[in-house]
């Protein structure tokens, strides 16, 4: 198949961090793809049939290829598209880049303590000092992980908590970080409208706690 002839689709879900970190690379790189909405928590057999192991969003389909995991994709993709590099091109930079995108993500369970998040938070505030973004002087493959996941969705759900996790006074880095964050079209075109996500993440509250 052609270049320009190249076939790419997107399964995801509007409130996933995974699936809305994905969306950001694709279009930070310029790809056209075809996106595809689930309706979780049902699951389409067209999920199934090609995610079978985890059954989850995100899966990326280019031409002939299947992905899932929101790491392998944005992996995946940085390396088969080489224009506006994600992941840092020194050998430890990537590392590390990987390194914290991993720590992230494994805080993201309900089950984790505030206090563990406060830790993970003080180390990202330590990171990001002295830089534009994570990735440096442009969204990189940090940002687009913690980024779908710390400010537009556990900040979220925090809110919904009554918690201020990030107050300004005690993470003046990670505050500026996010009103970078903000500022990207590319991300605000990404994130899902804060009320109605708020209103679903409610529901979804009420209904674990009627169970």
């Keep these: 198949m052609a270049k320009n002839e190249e076939s790419v689709k997107l399964l995801g879900f509007w409130i996933s ?47 002939d290829k299947i992905l899932s995991e929101s790491h ?3 992996e995946y993709i940085d390396q088969t598209w080489n224009n ?16 914290w995108a991993k720590f992230v993500d494994e805080q993201k369970g309900i089950d984790v303590a505030i206090e563990e998040i406060r830790e993970m938070l003080m180390f990202l505030e330590k990171e990001v000092t002295g830089k534009y973004f994570f990735g440096g002087k442009t969204i990189g493959f940090l940002d687009m992980v913690a980024g779908s996941m710390i400010p537009f969705c ?23 970080w996010i009103k970078k964050l903000n500022e990207a079209e590319i991300v605000r075109e990404c994130i899902p409208p804060k009320d109605k996500h708020i209103e679903r993440m409610n529901k979804i509250v009420e209904r674990a706690k009627s169970t």
């Design 72 to 74: 392998v994709i944005l």
């Design 17 to 63: 961090p995974f699936s809305r970190r994905v969306e950001m690379a694709l279009k930070i790189k310029g790809i056209p793809y075809e996106y595809l909405e689930e309706d979780l928590p049902k699951k389409s057999t067209l999920l199934l049939e090609l995610n079978p192991v985890h059954k989850k969003v995100p899966v990326l389909v280019h031409n």
């Design 84 to 99: 506006n590099p994600i992941l840092p091109q020194d050998p430890y930079e990537k590392a590390m880049a990987r390194f």
């Design 154 to 176: 556990l900040a979220r759900a925090w809110e919904c908590m009554g918690i201020d996790m990030t107050p300004e006074d005690t993470f003046p880095e990670l505050n500026r």
